[in-house]
Nanobody, 124 residues
Framework: QVRLVESGGGLVQAGGSLRLSCAAS????????MGWFRQAPGKEREFVAA????????IYADSVKGRFTISRDNAKNTMYLQMNTLRPEDTAVYYC?????????????????WGQGTQVTVSS
């Protein structure tokens, strides 16, 4: 069992930056691929970024490529999402998710564990 807790959300102006963190419990964090998803009001949850269990392979949604960076520190059982050049359309609740195995994926039904989410609001 893995417990995931997100932090770092908040209110920021367009063009600004935020860094989200996802802290994981358990001793086998380095055996989980991890991902970030988001859900805006009235919209379905969508994929943002994902990382292989070692962090060497990452994938991104087209909408965030070049602006967001996913990373992880397995020694600290923590994953990060650095978000730069934020836009109002990035406003959403951001969730971290974990899945047993190496491969990162953008398919949310492949993830086994989810955090409670952290709100990101970007003002224009």
């Amino acid at each position: 069992q893995v417990r995931l807790v997100e932090s770092g959300g908040g209110l920021v102006q367009a063009g600004g930056s935020l860094r989200l963190s996802c802290a994981a419990s358990g001793r086998t964090f380095n055996r989980y691929a991890m991902g970030w998803f988001r859900q805006a009001p009235g919209k379905e949850r969508e994929f943002v970024a994902a990382s292989s269990w070692g962090g060497g392979t990452t994938i991104y949604a087209d909408s965030v490529k070049g602006r967001f960076t996913i990373s992880r520190d397995n020694a600290k059982n923590t994953m990060y999402l650095q978000m730069n050049t934020l836009r109002p359309e990035d406003t959403a609740v951001y969730y971290c998710a974990g899945r047993v195995g190496w491969a990162p994926t953008g398919e949310d039904d492949k993830y086994d564990y989810w955090g409670q989410g952290t709100q990101v609001t970007v003002s224009s």
